[in-house]
C-alpha cells in the first residue's frame, strides 16, 4: 500500500537546538517529494521540492535531503519563530498522485 | 497580493441543510483542488479542476459538488452536510497541475451538528 508517515508526531525543543525531521515513503515511482510549513489557523505554504536520491536544498536554517526510502528536514539552531506544523508530501506514479502525511508539530522554546 | 482567499473561515451548521464555501485565487492559476485535513490524517483531496470547465474527482469526493465556471473561482458544495464532515477545508491552486507548487488559502472549519 502506498503511504507517507512522518515522525515523530510532535517534537520539542529548545532555541539553538538542531535536529531533523523524518518523512518516510512506500511507493512505486517516486516523481517528487515536497515540504510545507502550516501555521496555525493558515494553510500550508511551500518551502521545497525534491526530484531524485541524493538531491538537497536549502533555506535559511533549514535543509531538507532526499533518499530512496525517506527524506529529512533538517532544521539548524531553530528560533521560536519555525515553530510550525511542517508536512511533506510524496508525488508518484504514472498519474502523478499526490500523498500528504499527517504532519511534524515542531515547538521552538525560547 | 498574489492569494487564495475562502469564505466562510468558520462555519457551523446542521445536518442537512445546504452550504456552499467558495474560493477565489488571483495568480490565474489553471489548477485548482479541494482538500480536507483531520487530526492525524494527512491531506485528502476532494476534487479538482484542471481548467474552466474541468472537474475531477479526488480520494474523498462523496457528499462534495464543485463547480469551476470561472478560471478564478472554485466552490466546494455540501448539498446535505452530515456530521462526519465536520472537518477544516483547504482550497489550493497551482499553475497548472498537482505537481506544480501549490497555494492554499487560509481554511474553512465546518462543524455539522
Known amino acids: 500500500e502506498d503511504q507517507v508517515t512522518q515522525s515523530p508526531e510532535a517534537l520539542r525543543l529548545q532555541e539553538g537546538e538542531s535536529s531533523s525531521l523524518n518523512c518516510s515513503y512506500t511507493?512505486?515511482?517516486?516523481?517528487?517529494l515536497f515540504w510545507y510549513r502550516q501555521d496555525p489557523g493558515k494553510g500550508p505554504e511551500f518551502l521545497f521540492t525534491?526530484?531524485?536520491?541524493?538531491e538537497e536544498k536549502e533555506k535559511e536554517r533549514l535543509k531538507a535531503t532526499l533518499t530512496k526510502k525517506e527524506s529529512f528536514l533538517h532544521i539548524t539552531a531553530p528560533k521560536p519563530e519555525d515553530s510550525a506544523t511542517y508536512l511533506c508530501?510524496?508525488?508518484?506514479?504514472?498519474?502523478?498522485?499526490?500523498?500528504w502525511g499527517a504532519g511534524t508539530k515542531l515547538i521552538i522554546k525560547p | 497580493e498574489a492569494q487564495v482567499t475562502q469564505n466562510p473561515r468558520y462555519l457551523i451548521t446542521v445536518t442537512g441543510k445546504k452550504l456552499t464555501v467558495t474560493c477565489s485565487q488571483n495568480?490565474?492559476?489553471?489548477?485548482m483542488s479541494w482538500y480536507r485535513q483531520d487530526p492525524g490524517l494527512g491531506l485528502r483531496q476532494i476534487y479538482y479542476?484542471?481548467?474552466?470547465?474541468?472537474?475531477d474527482k479526488g480520494d474523498v469526493p462523496e457528499g462534495y459538488k464543485v463547480s469551476r465556471k470561472e478560471k478564478r473561482n472554485f466552490p466546494l458544495i455540501l448539498e446535505s452536510p452530515s456530521p462526519n464532515q465536520t472537518s477544516l477545508y483547504f482550497c489550493?491552486?497551482?499553475?497548472?497541475?498537482?505537481?506544480?507548487?501549490?497555494?492554499f488559502g487560509p481554511g474553512t472549519r465546518l462543524t455539522v451538528l
Open positions: 489550493a491552486s497551482s499553475f497548472y497541475q498537482s505537481t506544480d507548487t501549490q497555494y
Open positions: 495568480m490565474n492559476h489553471e489548477y
Open positions: 479542476s484542471m481548467n474552466v470547465e474541468v472537474t
Open positions: 508530501a510524496v508525488l508518484f506514479g504514472s498519474n502523478y498522485q499526490l500523498i
Open positions: 511507493v512505486s515511482g517516486l516523481r517528487g
Open positions: 525534491l526530484y531524485s536520491a541524493g
